[in-house]
């Protein structure tokens, strides 16, 4: 299942760093036309989000902790730079981290994006 997202952002910068940290995946694939995606970032409209993958269920959602975590690393953050802008040892961003990806059931920090962006845990 491939998901199709729409960039409609206005700055440059910004567009090349989602396209980057998105296009990491190979099960993204960016479309010319937001009526064709599944999900939309655009400076001008409330992100929109659908998923055909199932939520979370009980017992395995994230915590408000995780959800930083998981925003931070978004942004490209690593261990360290997560710790940092936490206020928490790189150790246990590392930890947290570990404890996302388990959660979502992905092996990597961009699926683990990917995934929060499907599911709606990620603001756009």
Not at 45 to 68: H, I, N, Q, W, Y
Not at 71 to 87: Q, T, V
Request: hydrophobic share 50%; aromatic share 2%; charged share 25%.
């Amino acid at each position: 299942m491939r998901l199709r997202v729409y960039l409609g952002v206005i700055d440059a910068a910004e567009r090349r760093r989602l396209r980057g940290l998105l296009g990491r995946d190979a099960e993204v694939v960016f479309v010319t036309d937001a009526a064709q995606a599944d999900v939309v970032i655009d400076d001008a409209a409330p992100a929109r989000a659908v998923s055909s993958a199932p939520p979370a269920e009980a017992g395995t959602a994230l915590t408000p902790r995780e959800l930083e975590v998981l925003r931070l690393m978004a942004d490209g953050l690593g261990n360290k730079g997560i710790g940092a802008a936490l206020s928490i040892s790189a150790h246990t961003a590392k930890y947290h981290v570990a404890s996302v990806l388990a959660k979502l059931d992905v092996h990597s920090r961009t699926e683990a994006v990917t995934r929060g962006l499907r599911e709606g845990l990620l603001p756009l």
